[in-house]
């Protein structure tokens, strides 16, 4: 939907269409509850990004916390990016790391991946995992993990961290294989931020604390809003007069049409059957993962669905008024 906060200033502002969040459970049998706001059935992408989950702040212990035993992704680039906690994480390619605030992991999956992730004992845990696309030139080459700390970047109006791609003269070393960005958007206490941006990207601002006016549109905690491609700046305004905080992802728009299941990004519904069916049979596609010590030791794929499995359908990248 389009939502206009009354009162909006004079000059013209780009549309933004406002995603809400669904409630999932994630992992095995202790799942922690996650705020999903990427897919959905209106819009499955915002250039590669095709996935958001959004958790926390989360009383480790009293929830138990976040415990995904081993299981695989295929086709896409995993995103971790923490605000408070400790996440320990072990893949196939004999990765052991751990994700803590402000610092981003990417993994990529391509032809095959398997990974845990278990949040410490840290009181609290509060963060979002976001998930790219790969685009089929990419979507085989073997997996690989990259960690990268960014600068805290203070701008008027507030502060930027920018874990991927390149914004306001700040570039990540992160390696992409689509042209993305990921940053993280603090803002003052009442301050407005103006972020010139790439027009060939289309945008997502996802609400993690207070609420933003975004080009006069009011987002609160938990909601995405979108912005397609055509506008060379965004502005954030905080509007509680607490300050804020919000992770800006963007990118030019995909082009591919994808099916996604469960873990896996493919293309067809029988690249996900063979997918899914080398998972449960523990091949070599996706290894092991090793030092993993809980139970289950890993996770078997769900029952696929009694139907064709269709291409995820995109809405048009420009927001209409």
Do not use: K
Not at 237 to 256: C, H, K, N, W
Request: aromatic share 6%; hydrophobic share 40%.
């Amino acid at each position: 939907m389009v939502r206009w906060q009354s009162g909006a200033v004079d000059e013209p502002r780009t549309p933004v269409e406002v995603i809400t969040p669904r409630e999932v459970p994630l992992g095995g049998p202790r799942a922690l509850t996650v705020r999903r706001t990427l897919p959905q059935r209106a819009r499955s992408l915002i250039g590669a990004w095709c996935f958001v989950d959004h958790y926390g702040p989360d009383d480790v212990a009293e929830t138990g916390g976040m415990v995904v035993p081993p299981h695989p992704h295929t086709g896409l680039q995993t995103v971790s990016w923490l605000f408070a906690g400790e996440v320990e994480h072990r893949d196939s390619g004999g990765v052991h790391a751990m994700v803590r605030p402000g610092e981003v992991n990417l993994m990529t999956a391509g032809h095959g991946v398997a990974h845990s992730e278990v949040s410490t004992t840290a009181t609290t845990l509060h963060g979002v995992q976001l998930w790219v696309a790969l685009p089929d030139g990419s979507r085989d080459v073997p997996r690989t993990f990259e960690h990268h700390v960014p600068d805290p970047l203070a701008v008027p109006g507030g502060m930027l961290r920018v874990f991927l791609g390149s914004l306001a003269g700040v570039a990540s070393p992160v390696r992409t294989c689509s042209p993305i960005i990921g940053a993280e958007v603090v803002l003052d206490p009442g301050a407005r931020l103006e972020l010139d941006v790439d027009p060939a990207y289309e945008h997502g601002l996802l609400v993690d604390t207070g609420s933003i006016g975004l080009e006069s549109t009011v987002l609160v905690r938990g909601e995405l809003g979108y912005t397609g491609v055509g506008a060379a700046r965004l502005t954030l305004e905080d509007l509680d007069g607490t300050g804020s905080r919000a992770v800006l992802i963007g990118g030019a728009p995909f082009g591919e049409e994808i099916v996604m299941w469960w873990n896996f990004v493919a293309r067809t519904h029988d690249e996900i059957v063979g997918m899914r069916e080398q998972w449960n049979a523990r091949t070599e596609r996706f290894g092991d993962v090793a030092g993993y010590a809980g139970t289950p030791s890993w996770l078997p794929a769900p029952d696929l669905p009694h139907v064709v499995l269709r291409p995820r359908v995109n809405a048009p990248n420009v927001v209409s008024a």
